[in-house]
């Protein structure tokens, strides 16, 4: 419990971690920002590491002159594609493995089939919105790659999804990260980006709830 209170508080605080992180290590706060970023966005063990409020936080900071936005751009987007498909090799390679013991038991080819047609169909979708659904965006590339979605179709969305989630968050931090009244209320910002990134999340879960109860 005290490990999750801490984690909230650095999620709803992360410009005071940022400021006291690039303070402390200086010209290697561009390689903790890509790990944290690359994990967050590579491995479905690590969902829980922040991704929009510490971008913004991050464009904030290029706002106000501690850090380079051109630079940060570059190597945030590198780690978010790269970690993307990372993730989706592992869905691919490893995935299908871990269900092939118990095939007979826990899955069905044609479940994968359906999966895969899914992903052919609206895969370019899926994968680009949820690059703003915190938790859903560590799952979608794993589990394109246990659907075998066709790689060249999923790169071209992985990249224009990614380029696309780090621009924007760097970019709205940039410009209004460091106004007077986003710096007096820089918590309320960031429960704001939270509760705006779940909101895909939620309507789609509300759509289907509401669509279940029509079909009985």
């Excluded at 706060?29 to 590491?49: A, H, N, Q, R």
Aim: glycine share 8%.
């Amino acid at each position: 419990m005290e490990l999750l209170m801490s984690f909230i508080d650095i999620v709803l605080h992360i410009d005071k971690y940022m400021l006291s992180i690039v303070s402390q290590y200086g010209v290697w706060t561009y390689l903790i920002l890509f790990c944290i970023i690359f994990c967050e966005t590579g491995f479905v063990v690590t969902p829980f590491l922040p991704g929009d409020s510490l971008l913004f936080a991050t464009g904030a900071l290029c706002g106000a002159g501690f850090l380079n936005p051109v630079y940060i751009f570059i190597l945030l987007s590198v780690a978010a594609i790269g970690g993307d498909n990372v993730n989706y090799w592992i869905g691919r390679w490893v995935g299908p493995a871990i269900f092939e013991r118990e095939k007979t038991r826990f899955i069905n080819k044609k479940h994968l089939e359906r999966a895969h047609a899914f992903y052919e169909k609206h895969g370019g979708k899926t994968i680009v919105i949820a690059r703003f659904v915190p938790i859903i965006r560590t799952f979608a590339p794993f589990v394109a790659g246990i659907a075998r979605m066709t790689y060249i179709r999923y790169i071209a969305y992985s990249v224009s999804g990614g380029l696309f989630w780090i621009g924007f968050f760097i970019f709205i931090g940039y410009f209004f990260g460091n106004l007077p009244i986003i710096k007096r209320n820089f918590s309320v910002a960031i429960y704001v980006i939270i509760f705006l990134s779940l909101m895909p999340g939620l309507i789609e879960y509300l759509r289907h709830r509401k669509a279940q109860a029509v079909s009985q």
